[in-house]
T-cell receptor
Framework: KQEVTQIPAALSVPEGENLVLNCSFT??????LQWFRQDPGKGLTSLLL?????REQTSGRLNASLDKSSGRSTLYIAASQPGDSATYLC?????????????FGKGTKLSVKP | GAVVSQHPSWVICKSGTSVKIECRSL??????MFWYRQFPKQSLMLMAT?????????EQGVEKDKFLINHASLTLSTLTVTSAHPEDSSFYIC??????????????FGPGTRLTVL
């Protein structure tokens, strides 16, 4: 069964710093992997979707990488801003049970201080 | 494109009542919809998977008689929490996966419904 782990659980950085969030997954038989942002009490905002055929996906200051062989993905945030403060969730699909539902990590809570 | 809506966005009810939550795919047909639950400071956990026109598949530990799921059309799935109790208070989020090119194998999430049972 797919297990998704995110490290670190929480991260506090000063504004302007570049940072990396890590995600690892146990079942590499995936078609894609997604990164989400969740603000307190809110739903999910999809940030990046990386297809298994891709190694990287970029959107603005965000860059996500995927290495299926090692079961790892990273989310790189450049020039962090206070508005980036949120919980970032990594999710990988699992096809062995419920038709490809997403398995979520516990998230990394990011705090960017002005 | 690929928008998923949920209604209501929040609901407060008394213990013992039933609450229905709707999940709609607005601009694509969703063959499969997933219902997730998120308790405070926890990650999302899958409750059940529903396919249009067939019975939902529930995850281990989720009571199917308590959480009734109906997926009667390709754009609508409903989750009914029957005889709700305070421990059912949670954030319920649905996602939809469709047939249209561009949305295949990709799940699109609704904004969530916050349920508070008094």
């Amino acid at each position: 069964k797919q297990e998704v782990t995110q490290i670190p659980a929480a991260l506090s950085v000063p504004e302007g710093e570049n940072l990396v969030l890590n995600c690892s997954f146990t079942d590499s038989a995936i078609y894609n992997l997604q990164w989400f942002r969740q603000d307190p009490g809110k739903g999910l905002t999809s940030l990046l979707l990386i297809q298994s055929s891709q190694r990287e996906q970029t959107s603005g200051r965000l860059n996500a990488s995927l290495d299926k062989s090692s079961g790892r993905s990273t989310l790189y945030i450049a020039a962090s801003q206070p508005g980036d403060s949120a919980t970032y969730l990594c999710a990988a699909p699992y096809y062995g049970g419920s038709q490809g539902n997403l398995i979520f990590g516990k998230g990394t809570k990011l705090s960017v201080k002005p | 494109g690929a928008v998923v809506s949920q209604h209501p966005s929040w609901v407060i009810c008394k213990s013992g009542t039933s609450v229905k939550i709707e999940c709609r795919s607005l601009d694509f047909q969703a063959t499969t919809m997933f219902w997730y639950r998120q308790f405070p400071k926890q990650s999302l956990m899958l409750m059940a998977t529903s396919n249009e026109g067939s019975k939902a598949t529930y995850e281990q530990g989720v009571e199917k008689d308590k959480f009734l799921i109906n997926h009667a059309s390709l754009t609508l799935s409903t989750l009914t929490v029957t005889s709700a109790h305070p421990e059912d208070s949670s954030f319920y989020i649905c996602s939809a996966r469709g047939l249209r090119r561009g949305v295949r194998d990709t799940q699109y999430f609704g904004p969530g419904t916050r349920l508070t049972v008094l």
